[in-house]
Nanobody
Framework: QVQLVESGGGLVQAGGSLRLSCAAS????????EGWYRQAPGKQRELVAG???????NYADSVKGRFTISRDNAKNTVYLQMNSLKPEDTAVYYC??????????????WGQGTQVTVSS
């Protein structure tokens, strides 16, 4: 069993910053990729940023230059540094991990979500 626990969400004024964390635990042999997604009310869940096991990153056009995804392998934790936040960044942010378990099974997991609210 694998768990992803997110933290770091909250309320911030436009132009401010937040850092989200996603700590993974459990039967994890290695990560294939991890990502942050978000879902605003009435909208579909969308990919915000992703990072592969090799450290390659990709970002949604709407966050390029403002958000940075990174990973601490020793802590099995992935981060999303969010700067210059805008009201349209308001959403529930979810961590996702594509994992190979100790049983050599490929599994995909989601965190519980953390609310980010940006006031104007």
């Amino acid at each position: 069993q694998v768990q992803l626990v997110e933290s770091g969400g909250g309320l911030v004024q436009a132009g401010g910053s937040l850092r989200l964390s996603c700590a993974a635990s459990g039967s994890i042999l290695r990560f294939n990729a991890e990502g942050w997604y978000r879902q605003a009310p009435g909208k579909q869940r969308e990919l915000v940023a992703g990072i592969t096991s090799g450290g390659n990153t990709n970002y949604a056009d709407s966050v390029k230059g403002r958000f940075t995804i990174s990973r601490d392998n020793a802590k099995n934790t992935v981060y999303l540094q969010m700067n210059s936040l805008k009201p349209e960044d308001t959403a529930v942010y979810y961590c996702n991990a594509d994992i190979i378990t100790f049983n050599a099974l490929r599994r995909n997991y989601w965190g519980q979500g953390t609310q980010v609210t940006v006031s104007s």
